[in-house]
C-alpha cells in the first residue's frame, strides 16, 4: 500500500508561483509513474501533468504547458509540481497520483494510488 500526501497549496494572486510536493510512503517510489490531476468545482478531474520513473520523461496538458513543471527525487520519495504565471482558471484541488510500473498516463483510470489533494487558489 502507499500512500500520498500533497503539501505547498494556498491562496496566491494571478501571475504568481506555487510549487505543490507529493510524498510517498513506502520503499518502492522509484517504480512509480507520478501523475498530478486537479478538480475544480463543479468540473471532472481533469489531467495536469505526469513523469515516468526517473521523471526523464514529462507530459503535460495543453493548458499548463510552459507554466508548470514537474519533476521527482526519487531519494526523497516526492514528486513536485512548480507552477509559474499561475490564472484564476488554474483554481482547483490538485492530486497526486501514482501508476504502479507505469510509463506515465493523461488517464486518471491508469493509476492506482492518490492523495487527497491540496487546494490552490489563484485570485485576479
Known amino acids: 500500500q502507499v500512500r500520498l500526501v500533497e503539501s505547498g497549496g494556498g491562496l496566491v494572486q494571478a501571475g504568481g508561483s506555487l510549487r505543490l510536493s507529493c510524498t510517498s510512503s513506502?520503499?518502492?517510489?522509484?517504480?512509480?509513474?507520478m501523475g498530478w490531476f486537479r478538480q475544480a468545482p463543479g468540473k471532472e478531474r481533469e489531467f495536469v501533468a505526469a513523469?515516468?520513473?526517473?521523471?526523464?520523461?514529462?507530459y503535460y496538458a495543453d493548458s499548463v504547458k510552459g507554466r508548470f513543471t514537474i519533476s521527482r527525487d526519487n531519494t526523497k520519495s516526492t514528486v513536485y509540481l512548480q507552477m509559474n504565471s499561475l490564472k484564476p482558471e488554474d483554481t482547483a484541488l490538485y492530486y497526486c497520483?501514482?501508476?504502479?510500473?507505469?510509463?506515465?498516463?493523461?488517464?486518471?483510470?491508469?493509476?492506482?494510488?492518490w492523495g487527497r489533494g491540496t487546494q490552490v487558489t489563484v485570485s485576479s
Open positions: 497520483a501514482a501508476d504502479d510500473y507505469g510509463l506515465g498516463s493523461r488517464s486518471e483510470y491508469e493509476y492506482d494510488y
Open positions: 513506502g520503499r518502492t517510489f522509484s517504480r512509480y509513474a
Open positions: 513523469c515516468n520513473w526517473s521523471g526523464g520523461n514529462t
